[in-house]
């Protein structure tokens, strides 16, 4: 859904945005949290800040719609997971580095969920990517982000993201012998 | 001059090629490098491969409520103002945030610890949910008890219960009952001691408004709803939280939790939070309640309070006065809490205040009987003794004396939170 600029967003199309990109602002915060309820709690927080700061969200012009409007959720994601670290600390610190994965660990016996073998290997090889490779990586094949985008979500620029993604994925193809 | 072509130099191209990010000169060069190398051709596709992989991996998602709340959040409360609050937790809490923890804080199963295998269970909300409880201006709850007293099936009935409450002290709760043999009965309750009419003749009941009465406090807002549950052993530890796996019954299906006894869970489908409730007596369920709809902070139509006869006397026998008037006024009052109504009976007093819609009720007579299991424990409010009583289906309260007669504190708080609230009011520090 494209936000465009100018355009007062009302209840009924920030209510779209929210149902489309819950599962993405869940899974940036969660892997930053860890902690599946708290995830949950900042995800609201998330919309609920983009809500109040829609007037000064930008949205791309007519050649770009809507592509930033990901990368915008994904840094308001990021300032939740970090205002609620400082809260929990008294110094200062910067945004969590995305240390945790939010595929179902196979002892939670509350999914049900299980991976056959080779999904197992690829989960123990994700788990061995240096965060922030194994986060590009993550909202790039599965969130579908734009390099543009991750480079807004990660506060880097687009040749980072490009050599990351390219590392990772060398290092994902070596590790499962895919 | 082009940079000549390296395997590694193919193998990051194609990596942004599998993207659709290559520019167009570049996916050339790419390409014709690709043609004479089966390595890199097969790199390429190696890392299509692992795309469609790692998305058939099953993933963590957030629970259906998560997008509700905030949806229902956003459509429903007033426009926010620019101003934040800050909670205790030291999370800034707008006030559309509030309105979404309020929706987790009503609805939430609170669990807790201490709990015997085969018990149900109940804690109390944590400090954010009892900011939350400040915003809540109304509640409307339609659910469904079936019943079953003294498990007996031939007593079994069917109740549906339409609640509105709005702050501070408005409650209304009609109430339809099907008996075993398929008698439709109506009630109407405003207060406790309504009269019951039968629908069939259409026989208008008496029904009485007046001072509060012990258990005024609204129902919808009790911070416990326990569920019917096992604990069948630890569970993982998450985020570094220990955690305890219960065997859940929902809805006649059973469901498998890890419980965080410090937090709560929050369980409900798309549009509507259900909840069922079982209380238990002896261990045996005498009462199931499900949840079919809960909206908060609604407008509720002012009609719907109103009654055609006003009766001054409550069924308690309580009449009306001042809060001034009352010997049990607090010394002290905490910031915000505000006198909603007062009034006394004999010997006995009852003062019921409010912060925000949060209710406090201060009472002289002696605390009924709750149903249900009641903790109750000795304590001291500023070092004076006091009794702690933590009913499973009901408000916490602490009794303390004050000035020789008993004071009993009643309301949605955790115990340290009631005891702070009691030492702020009766016994201040000087």
Known sequence: ?178 | MTTPMTHDRARTLGSAWVDDELGAADVVTLRTHLDECAACTAHVESMRTLGDAVRAMPRLRPGPAVAAAVIAAVEGAPRPSARRTTGRTGRRLTPLALAAAAVAAVVAVVVGGGAQPGTPFAILPASAQTVALQRLTSVYLERDIVETPDGDAAQRRTVTEKVWWQAPDRLRLERTVVDAAGRRTAELILRRGADRYDAGNGRRMATRRGAPALDVLPEPLSPTVPLLGRPTGPGPVIAGRPTTTYELEIEGGRRVAQVDTARFVILGGADSFVLSKAELRNGVPTAIRTVRRLDLNVAIDPQRFELPEADEESDLGFVERAPGQLTISPPARPRGLRAVRAAAAGAAEALLFQRGAFPVLISTAAPRDASGPVDVQTTTVRGRAAVLRIPLYGYPSVTFTYERRPITLTSPLRPAELIDLAAQMYFPAE
């Open chain 1, 1 to 178: 859904m494209a936000i465009r600029r100018g355009r007062e967003v009302d209840e009924g199309s920030f209510a779209e945005v929210v149902r489309e990109h819950t599962p993405l602002v869940f899974g940036v915060v969660l892997r930053r949290v860890g902690d599946r309820s708290l995830a949950e709690d900042l995800t609201q927080e998330t919309f609920l800040h983009a809500w109040r700061g829609r007037a000064s969200f930008r949205g791309d012009d007519e050649a770009g719609a809507g592509t930033s409007l990901r990368g915008w959720l994904c840094a308001i994601a990021h300032n939740v997971v970090r205002d609620h670290a400082r809260a929990q600390r008294r110094r200062p610190v910067e945004v969590p580095e995305p240390g945790h994965l939010d595929l179902p660990d196979p002892s939670d016996a509350a999914d049900g969920m299980e991976l056959d073998e080779a999904m197992d290997r690829l989960r123990v090889a994700l788990h061995g990517l240096p965060a922030r490779h194994r986060e590009m990586f993550l909202l790039r094949e599965r969130d579908g982000l734009t390099y543009k985008e991750i480079a807004v979500a990660m506060s880097c620029p687009i040749g980072t993201v490009m050599s990351g993604l390219a590392r990772a994925r060398e290092r994902l193809i070596a590790a499962v012998g895919a």
